[in-house]
């Protein structure tokens, strides 16, 4: 099997599992109990909230446990609109979110009486700060931006349109930085006031994740019920999980120049191999990140080549894994301006520090072979 779909979810590193597993047996007590096991395994939990916390460069009590970064999405937006709806109902996002943050949204505005704008982009895939500028109002109370697009991998400058927001508004700024961590310094973190982020794009667990929250921002919970996680989310915390997440951010830190050169070889690589190959077009911005790589192929759908390349052993997507049941074309490369027919054809390949050069090279040859075949028929 060649995997290259990274951005979808990562293999789980050897030493997160090993101390994940670890803690799971040895440290099973609850982390409010008042004994001394459960203490245990409380100090374990805050220790890893210190560390992951100094690895973002943020206070640990501004981080919070949470399943994943769907949850931080659905908590960050609807805890702080509900906290700050006495100020005004005005939310504004980009057309182009994950659907944990686009369904919440919605849900927002059709149950709850809110007001949502979605900024359109440019075809880079990037909000503009004057579009935002335009869009915000005295009620506006939070803006949520993407960091790196998942599907075409363009990054929006968000200490820009963070700026721009706090300048204009008294709005606090959300940013879904899942894709982001790992693949480049989140320099802007100490800008904006709530951050979500995910494990298993990192080689953590599944089913893990963590809210940045500014000091002083307010939020309403989403789960009522303890005194876990500062009130702001009840239920017996995760402790394996939450625990496994000191080495997660350590380890995703600690090489990431290493890898973000490696895998920029390999881009360009597959850059330059498609570029040969005709009818390809490729959708990602020059300057995307390197680890995300968006291209269409005429005359051929995602869902045939999606199916060849499987037929092949070559797992990619063909774009947003939460998404990928629906036959609607992206609606990210449609933002970009890309017509619906190029949309309907494209593909997501996700490379990581795993990836090997022999292994875009295989891609290429079986795209070629797929093609050929195809256009035969
Ligand atoms: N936001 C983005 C940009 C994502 O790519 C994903 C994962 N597909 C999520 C949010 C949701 O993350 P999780 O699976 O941890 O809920």
């Known amino acids: 099997m060649i995997y290259l779909d990274y951005a979808s979810t990562t293999p789980v590193n050897q030493e997160v599992l090993k101390a994940y597993t670890y803690v799971l047996e040895k440290y099973y007590a609850n982390t409010d109990s008042l004994h001394d096991a459960g203490l ?33 999405n659905n908590t960050a937006i609807k805890g702080s609109a509900f906290a700050l709806q006495h100020r005004g109902k005005h939310l504004i996002t980009s057309c182009v979110e994950h659907s944990s943050v686009d369904q919440t949204m919605k849900q927002l505005q059709e149950l709850f009486g809110f007001e949502v704008t979605y900024l359109p982009v440019n075809s880079s895939g990037v909000v503009e700060a004057e579009t935002l500028r335009q869009a915000l109002r005295k009620d ?33 700024f959300h940013s879904d930085c ?22 298993h ?21 989403l789960i009522c019920g303890g005194q876990q996680e500062a009130g702001l989310r ?3 915390s995760n402790a394996p999980c939450n625990i496994a997440w000191a080495k ?9 120049d290493e890898y973000s050169r490696h895998v920029s070889e390999l881009n360009q690589r597959l850059r330059l191999g ?39 052993g070559i797992c990619v997507s063909s774009r947003s894994t939460c998404s990928s049941k629906t036959k609607a074309p992206s609606k990210v490369l ?44």
């Open 40 to 72: 245990k395994v409380a100090e374990l939990m805050e220790q890893s909230r210190e560390q992951t916390a100094s690895c973002l460069k943020v206070k640990a009590n501004e981080l919070m446990f949470t399943s994943g970064a769907s949850e931080a």
């Open 140 to 172: 506006t109370i939070l803006v949520s931006i993407m960091a790196l697009n998942n599907e075409v991998g363009s990054i929006n400058d968000i200490a820009e349109l963070a700026k721009v927001t706090h300048e204009s508004s008294r709005a606090v």
């Open 178 to 199: 899942t894709q982001i961590l790992g693949k480049q310094p989140l320099t802007f973190l100490p800008d904006i006031e709530l951050a979500s982020f995910s494990a």
């Open 201 to 221: 794009k990192i080689y953590g667990l599944k089913g893990s994740g963590l809210l940045y929250h500014k000091q002083n921002v307010r939020l309403v919970p």
């Open 234 to 236: 009840g239920g017996t």
């Open 248 to 256: 997660t951010m350590r380890i995703a830190f600690e090489k990431m």
């Open 274 to 312: 498609l570029a040969e190959i005709d009818g390809v077009e490729i959708n990602s911005p020059q300057d995307a990140t390197p680890y995300i790589l968006n291209f269409s192929v005429k005359g051929m759908t995602s869902e045939v080549m999606l199916n060849a390349l499987n037929h092949y």
């Open 334 to 377: 449609m933002a970009m301006g890309i017509s619906e027919e190029r949309a309907t054809h494209s593909l997501r390949i996700s490379l990581s520090h795993l990836s090997k050069k022999s292994e875009v090279d295989e891609l290429l040859n079986v795209l070629k072979e797929i093609f050929n075949d195809y256009r035969i028929k």
